[in-house]
T-cell receptor, first 110, second 108 residues
Framework: DVKVTQSSRYLVKRTGEKVFLECVQD?????MFWYRQDPGLGLRLIYF???????EKGDIPEGYSVSREKKERFSLILESASTNQTSMYLC?????????FGSGTRLTVV | SQELEQSPQSLIVQEGKNLTINCTSS?????LYWYKQKYGEGLIFLMM?????EEKSHEKITAKLDEKKQQSSLHITASQPSHAGIYLC????????FGTGTRLQVFP
């Protein structure tokens, strides 16, 4: 089975900190995605990547950046964390239409 | 851009009852996914539908895609507390987009 691993289940960071959320998949998938999930808003796409060193903005990229230096790893970066970035962050990878999600990182910015 | 609307937003049912969750798309669906999410956890893949009129079942959960490929329903028969969670429909629109989810609670 494809495994998508997010490095932290829970994170608490201070306003203004630089935050890295890591996602690793073990099945050589080309496509990787970062979503955030908020009550009443569902899942919203932040960034996605179709290949190494390639990235595309999703629906809500403001305040975020990403890095894909290796095929298996897709990092989400909050350059200067703010309280409105408190959320559940979900990473996914896909190949030929099948999507697999990580277990999520619940980030709280205080 | 394509949008997915789910209804109802929230559902509370007694154990043993049947229930249906609907997902309506603003455009033709070329791949419709159903996921379940336990509170505070990641998404678990349930089913994928691609063809108009297609129906798939897994245990007590049945999903259908209508002939026009713009609406899908998820039906749970004889619900159990283990069915509780958030159900999300997703669609392939260059990238995977989601409905806002349906929160299901099942009480004994």
């Amino acid at each position: 089975d494809v495994k998508v691993t997010q490095s932290s289940r829970y994170l608490v960071k201070r306003t203004g900190e630089k935050v890295f959320l890591e996602c690793v998949q073990d099945m050589d998938h080309e496509n990787m995605f970062w979503y955030r999930q908020d009550p009443g808003l569902g899942l919203r796409l932040i960034y996605f990547s179709y290949d190494v060193k390639m990235k595309e903005k999703g629906d809500i990229p403001e305040g975020y950046s990403v890095s894909r230096e290796k095929k298996e790893r897709f990092s989400l970066i909050l350059e200067s964390a703010s309280t409105n970035q408190t959320s559940m962050y979900l990473c996914a990878s896909s190949h030929a239409g099948g999507y697999t999600f990580g277990s999520g990182t619940r980030l709280t910015v205080v | 851009s394509q949008e997915l609307e789910q209804s109802p937003q929230s559902l509370i049912v007694q154990e043993g009852k049947n229930l249906t969750i609907n997902c309506t798309s603003s455009k033709t669906l070329y791949g419709l996914y159903w996921y379940k999410q336990k509170y505070g956890e990641g998404l678990i893949f349930l089913m994928m539908l691609q063809k108009g009129g297609e129906e798939k079942s897994h245990e007590k959960i049945t999903a259908k895609l209508d002939e026009k490929k713009q609406q899908s329903s998820l039906h749970i028969t004889a619900s159990q507390p283990s069915h509780a969670g958030i159900y999300l429909c997703g669609a392939d629109a260059d990238k995977l987009i989601f409905g806002t989810g349906t929160r299901l609670q099942v009480f004994p």
